[in-house]
């Protein structure tokens, strides 16, 4: 537990360990405790619990009028929280997979991100849209997208991506209380990979922050989601060889955290930036502008990208060699150190 947690857990009775996916569970379930205009809606989140249970248990504890089971159209879930969040409700809409939110894209994009500014305003939209992402678990190929950049490009909407389960409860507890719409990512094949001590009361982890999980001085790594657990790992093997890598976690892909990525990237000279989605228009893009915008007297080496590719997520059986490895982000580390 770090240092951060460790205060955390200092102002809460008790800690437990969990998943990811539990910690998104308690994150709503201590939301419905705590906020009565708190709602869910969503395909199956009732009896069935959502496709990987992530809403399980909610309906039995709070009834069918606050964890609403839909019928099957996401243009009509995110419709309808707009009209809750501009008369006081906090609703949370599930989207099964990110490769569902597109029916949902004309809802999002025509109200969710703008009702604030064309109003003046007078209205905000304050709801939050969870949507499972990435690929990983061998689902079929339209389940697994990676689409954050069309969401980050629309002013009006913050992004949010949890790499741990702290961050995962933190982060939805702080989406659920802003004033403004938030697209949540959770990485699907991060929701049972690992354990951690969770605060079983409430807290939040600030949307806009990332934070540098691991110190080091030849070349930072930038990743989030689902990629920092092998950007993680691709550090070490490279420890091996003698380089030294700082990596950082966004945790927020929209806004950036500026400051923390000039910061890292001033202090080691070299920057690699991994994300899981296709490189061209990838987030990786507006990361090199930011380096380049803040930083880049201080670069000592190109920047380098380790991306999926500009082909659609492949079926199970080539669904490993579309993901960004940690043998891929070495090749990339080693050409930046030596370049």
Not at 99 to 114: L, N, W
Not at 121 to 138: D, E, H, N, Q
Not at 317 to 322: G, K, P, Q, R
Request: glycine share 8%; aromatic share 6%.
């Amino acid at each position: 537990m770090n240092v951060k947690m460790e205060k955390q857990a200092e102002q809460q009775e008790t800690t437990q360990q969990i998943t990811m996916v539990q910690a998104v569970n308690d994150a709503m379930k201590t939301m419905l405790e705590h906020d009565d205009t708190t709602i869910l809606l969503g395909e199956d989140i009732g009896k069935n619990g959502g496709v990987f249970r992530a809403t399980e248990g909610l309906q039995e504890l709070f009834g069918e009028d606050r964890v609403v089971d839909t019928p099957l159209s996401e243009a009509g879930i995110v419709g309808t929280s707009v009209g809750l969040a501009v008369n006081g409700f906090k609703p949370i809409a599930e989207m099964q997979f990110m490769g569902f939110v597109y029916p949902a894209y004309d809802q999002i994009m025509t109200h969710v991100s703008r009702l604030r500014m064309k109003t003046m305003g007078k209205y905000s939209v304050p709801m939050v849209i969870r949507t499972p992402y990435g690929a990983g678990i061998r689902a079929p190929e339209v389940h697994s997208d990676s689409a954050e950049t069309i969401f980050t490009h629309m002013p009006g909407i913050k992004v949010v991506c949890p790499a741990t389960p702290y961050d995962a409860k933190g982060l939805l507890i702080a989406a659920i209380e802003d004033p403004d719409p938030v697209l949540f990512m959770e990485p699907m094949r991060s929701y049972r990979a690992q354990r951690e001590e969770v605060p079983t009361g409430k807290y939040t982890v600030e949307i806009g922050k990332g934070e540098k999980i691991q110190e080091g001085t030849d070349v930072t790594i930038i990743a989030w989601g689902a990629m920092v657990p092998v950007a993680k790992q691709a550090a070490k093997q490279a420890e091996q060889q003698g380089m030294s890598c700082e990596v950082l976690d966004l945790k927020t892909l929209y806004p950036l955290d500026r400051d923390l990525i000039a910061e890292s990237v001033q202090k080691t000279g070299r920057a690699v930036i991994v994300h899981e989605a296709h490189g061209t228009g990838g987030l990786g893009n507006d990361i090199l502008s930011v380096i380049n915008d803040t930083s880049f007297l201080y670069l000592r080496s190109p920047i380098e990208r380790v991306t999926g590719f500009d082909v659609p997520v492949p079926f199970f059986a080539l669904e490993e060699h579309y993901l960004p490895t940690p043998k891929r982000i070495l090749q990339s580390i080693e050409k930046a150190v030596h370049f």
